[in-house]
């Protein structure tokens, strides 16, 4: 079992940057892979970006491809998500997730743990 702690999410005016973090407990981090969701306000929750165990895959939703980048380090048990670029439309509530499949997930079915979220304001 691991769980899960997002943090770094704020106001930011649109065109600004943020980093979110995701610290994982427990010694089997390395062993899930990890995504990124999102859930703006009346809205479902959605996809943003995925990444393999090791790091070396890492898959985007086409709403974030060229402005987010999703990262690890397994040493620190943590996930990072780098946004640049943000706009008001990247308003939502950011939660991690961790998965024991092996192949590229982008569904929220194929996740087994998720943090409570954490809350990113872009203003105009």
């Known amino acids: 079992q691991v769980q899960l702690v997002e943090s770094g999410g704020r106001l930011v005016q649109a065109g600004g940057s943020l980093r979110l973090s995701c610290a994982a407990s427990?010694?089997?981090?390395?062993?899930?892979?990890m995504g990124w969701f999102r859930q703006a306000p009346g809205e479902e929750r959605e996809f943003v970006a995925f990444?393999?165990?090791?790091?070396?895959?890492?898959y985007y939703a086409d709403s974030v491809k060229g402005r987010f980048t999703i990262s690890r380090d397994n040493n620190k048990n943590t996930l990072y998500l780098q946004m640049n670029s943000l706009k008001p439309e990247d308003t939502a509530v950011y939660h991690c997730?961790?998965?024991?499949?092996?192949?590229?997930?982008?569904?929220?079915?194929?996740?087994?743990?998720w943090g409570q979220g954490t809350q990113v304001t872009v203003s105009s």
């Open positions: 990444i393999d165990w090791s790091g070396e895959d890492t």
């Open positions: 997730a961790a998965s024991r499949r092996v192949a590229r997930v982008t569904r929220e079915g194929d996740y087994d743990y």
């Open positions: 427990g010694r089997t981090f390395s062993s899930y892979a």
